[in-house]
């Protein structure tokens, strides 16, 4: 099981991640960054979460669902 979406975002675009199962558990980031997470379940009931970064500055942080951890990378907003 892992995190599926997107590695490479652009900064202040929204974006959708999952775990492609049904699993409790908390989404959160790794490191102190300007990160918005909002956890949801899709319309299967699988565990998901949008995620925006607000700064208009390149970056990487860690996504993660309890033990599960992808590393995305924001790149330029040009």
Do not use: H, R
């Amino acid at each position: 099981m892992f995190i599926t979406g997107e590695t490479f975002i652009k900064p202040k675009k929204e974006y959708t991640y999952s775990m492609g199962c049904k699993i409790k558990g908390e989404w959160y980031c790794k490191d102190k960054v300007p990160v918005k997470i909002e956890p949801f379940e899709d319309e299967n009931g699988f565990t998901c979460a949008t995620v925006k970064w607000f700064s208009a500055y390149s970056g990487q942080f860690v996504l993660c669902f309890n033990n599960y951890e992808k590393t995305i990378v924001v790149e330029s907003l040009f």
